[in-house]
T-cell receptor, first 117, second 115 residues
Framework: NAGVTQTPKFQVLKTGQSMTLQCAQD?????MYWYRQDPGMGLRLIYY???????DKGEVPNGYNVSRLNKREFSLRLESAAPSQTSVYFC????????????????FGDGTRLSIL | KQEVTQIPAALSVPEGENLVLNCSFT??????LQWFRQDPGKGLTSLLL?????REQTSGRLNASLDKSSGRSTLYIAASQPGDSATYLC??????????????FGKGTHLIIQP
C-alpha cells in the first residue's frame, strides 16, 4: 500500500548543480502535482499534470522543469540549483477526470528535503 | 488569485476540549475545500473534502463546514486527544473540471493538545 513514493528523501546540492526529484504513484491516478513548502509561505504549486503527456505551470514554475514519464511517474528537475530553491518538495496525485472523479482528495508523498548551499 | 488564510496560527488546549480551526478564502468560485493534517517531517494526510455544493462533512470526531458566500470554512474537533497534535492545513481547489486543479493552501494552524 505504497501510495505516492518520492525519492530521494534528503539531498544536499551545491549552487549550480542539477538534479531530478522522482515521484511515483501506484493508485492509477490521472493527475499529479509538485508543490514546495517553505516556512511562512505554506505550500505552493510548482507544476501539475492533468494526464499522461500533459503538463502545466503552477504558481512558482521558474527554475524547474517536469516530465510526466508515464501514468505512474512525474519527475521534477532543477537544472541549475539556487539557494532560493532550498525547500521541502511534495508530490501529490488524485484520480482526476470529471463527474464523480472530479471531487476526490489529493494524496501526498512524504516529501524530499532539499538544501542548496 | 485565490488566497487562503488560517486563524489562529497556533493553538494549545488541554485534552478533552472541543475546538474550532478557522479558514477563510477570497475567491468564492471555489470548487471544493480540503482539510489536511501534517505531522512533523511527514507529508499531508487528507482529513475531509467538502464539495462546493455541500455545507459540511463529518469523519469521526471531525466536522468541517463550508460557507461559500462568506468565504469561510471551519474544522471542528470534538473531545481532543494528544494524538490530534499536528499542523492542520486547509486548501481550496478552484478548477471545476478535468481534474487538474492544483490547491491553494493556507499557512496552517499548529495545534498542541496538552495531556
Amino acid at each position: 500500500n505504497a501510495g505516492v513514493t518520492q525519492t530521494p528523501k534528503f539531498q544536499v546540492l551545491k549552487t549550480g548543480q542539477s538534479m531530478t526529484l522522482q515521484c511515483a504513484q501506484d493508485m492509477n491516478h490521472n493527475s499529479m502535482y509538485w508543490y514546495r513548502q517553505d516556512p511562512g509561505m505554506g505550500l505552493r504549486l510548482i507544476y501539475y499534470s492533468a494526464s499522461e503527456g500533459t503538463t502545466d505551470k503552477g504558481e512558482v514554475p521558474n527554475g524547474y522543469n517536469v516530465s510526466r514519464l508515464n501514468k505512474r511517474e512525474f519527475s521534477l528537475r532543477l537544472e541549475s540549483a539556487a539557494p532560493s530553491q532550498t525547500s521541502v518538495y511534495f508530490c501529490a496525485s488524485r484520480p482526476g477526470g470529471t463527474g464523480v472523479y472530479s471531487n476526490q482528495p489529493q494524496h501526498f508523498g512524504d516529501g524530499t528535503r532539499l538544501s542548496i548551499l | 488569485k485565490q488566497e487562503v488564510t488560517q486563524i489562529p496560527a497556533a493553538l494549545s488546549v488541554p485534552e478533552g476540549e472541543n475546538l474550532v480551526l478557522n479558514c477563510s478564502f477570497t475567491d468564492s468560485a471555489i470548487y471544493n475545500l480540503q482539510w489536511f493534517r501534517q505531522d512533523p517531517g511527514k507529508g499531508l494526510t487528507s482529513l475531509l473534502l467538502i464539495q462546493s455544493s455541500q455545507r459540511e462533512q463529518t469523519s469521526g470526531r471531525l466536522n468541517a463546514s463550508l460557507d461559500k458566500s462568506s468565504g469561510r470554512s471551519t474544522l471542528y474537533i470534538a473531545a481532543s486527544q494528544p494524538g490530534d497534535s499536528a499542523t492542520y492545513l486547509c486548501a481550496g481547489s478552484g478548477y471545476s473540471g478535468g481534474g487538474a486543479d492544483g490547491l491553494t493552501f493556507g499557512k496552517g494552524t499548529h495545534l498542541i493538545i496538552q495531556p
